[in-house]
């Protein structure tokens, strides 16, 4: 089974510029998460997704952050203009869909992440 | 609110020696619990997971974790290291809206 894709691995851009980051989950998953994970912090979750629907974006950065997710299953997450502090790793994850999934015994898997430097 | 907490930032072990990294959890509910690995350039891999059940939960690897709801725990515990558990593990707790919140996590590093 094929896992979650993302692209690019790597990207350095200067401040104020912008960028973007592609991720396709797991066949079948109905959920799609983005998460931050800055050096030496632990991932924080920005943006969820439930089909193509925005569950929760509490954190998400919304005056330079953005994200889609067309037709339910592929999504981009924008970064513009990108700052200093934008430097972290970009995970996304997917998950089965699921009342209160965890409870039904599903997990969440991520992808190998989208390294990004700003300079 | 949901939290999780890492107390140790930084560990080392001999190869072969015995290792237990500690998780803390503040949840309101029967939580769900993980560990994930994260090796060097790598993203998350699942190492084990608490639903429901037997308190003592084998995972992937040879690591083990044992779920003590009196002290909000969750400690993942391997009895010999080997120099490839070199990495960073996160411990999770999975809230109601089922997305996760990770602890700042713990660098394991492991000497020959």
């Given at each position: 089974?094929?896992?979650?894709?993302?692209?690019?691995r790597y990207?350095?851009?200067?401040?104020?510029?912008?960028?973007?980051?592609?991720c396709?989950?797991i066949?079948g998953?109905?959920t799609?998460y983005?998460?931050?994970?800055i050096l030496g912090?632990?991932?924080k979750l920005?943006?969820q997704?439930q089909n193509?629907?925005?569950?929760?974006?509490?954190?998400?950065?919304?005056?330079?952050?953005?994200?889609?997710r067309?037709?339910?299953v592929?999504?981009?997450?924008?970064?513009?203009?990108a700052k200093l502090?934008?430097?972290?790793?970009?995970?996304?994850?997917?998950?089965?869909d699921?009342?209160?999934?965890?409870?039904?015994?599903?997990?969440?898997?991520?992808?190998?992440?989208?390294?990004?430097?700003?300079? | 609110?949901?939290?999780?907490?890492?107390?140790?930032?930084h560990i080392?072990?001999?190869?072969?020696a015995?290792?237990?990294?500690?998780?803390?959890?503040?949840?309101?509910?029967?939580?769900?619990?993980?560990?994930?690995?994260?090796s060097?350039?790598q993203g998350?891999?699942?190492?084990?997971?608490?639903?429901?059940?037997?308190?003592l939960?084998?995972g992937i690897?040879g690591?083990?974790?044992?779920?003590?709801?009196?002290q909000?725990?969750f400690?993942?515990?391997?009895?010999?290291?080997?120099w490839?558990d070199?990495a960073?593990y996160?411990c999770?707790?999975?809230?109601?809206t089922?997305k996760?919140i990770?602890?700042?996590g713990t660098?394991?590093?492991?000497f020959p």
């Open positions: 089974e094929a896992g979650v894709a993302q692209s690019p990207k350095i851009i200067e401040k104020r510029q912008s960028v973007a980051f592609w396709n989950p066949s998953h109905a799609l983005w998460y931050q994970q912090q632990g991932p920005l943006i997704f193509n629907g925005v569950v929760d974006d509490s954190q998400l950065p919304k005056d330079r952050f953005s994200a889609e067309l037709k339910g592929d999504s981009t997450l924008k970064i513009q203009p502090e934008d430097s972290a790793v970009y995970l996304c994850a997917s998950s089965l699921g009342v209160s999934m965890f409870g039904s015994g599903n997990t969440i898997y991520f992808g190998e992440g989208s390294w990004l430097t700003v300079v | 609110a949901q939290s999780v907490t890492q107390p140790d930032i080392t072990v001999s190869e072969g015995s290792l237990e990294l500690r998780c803390n959890y503040s949840y309101g509910a029967t939580p769900y619990l993980f560990w994930y690995v994260q060097p350039g998350l891999q699942l190492l084990l997971k608490y639903f429901s059940g037997d308190t939960v084998q690897k690591f083990e974790a044992e779920f003590k709801r009196s909000s725990s400690n993942l515990r391997k009895p010999s290291v080997h490839s070199a960073e996160f999770a707790v999975g809230a109601h089922d996760l990770f602890g700042t660098r394991l590093q492991v």
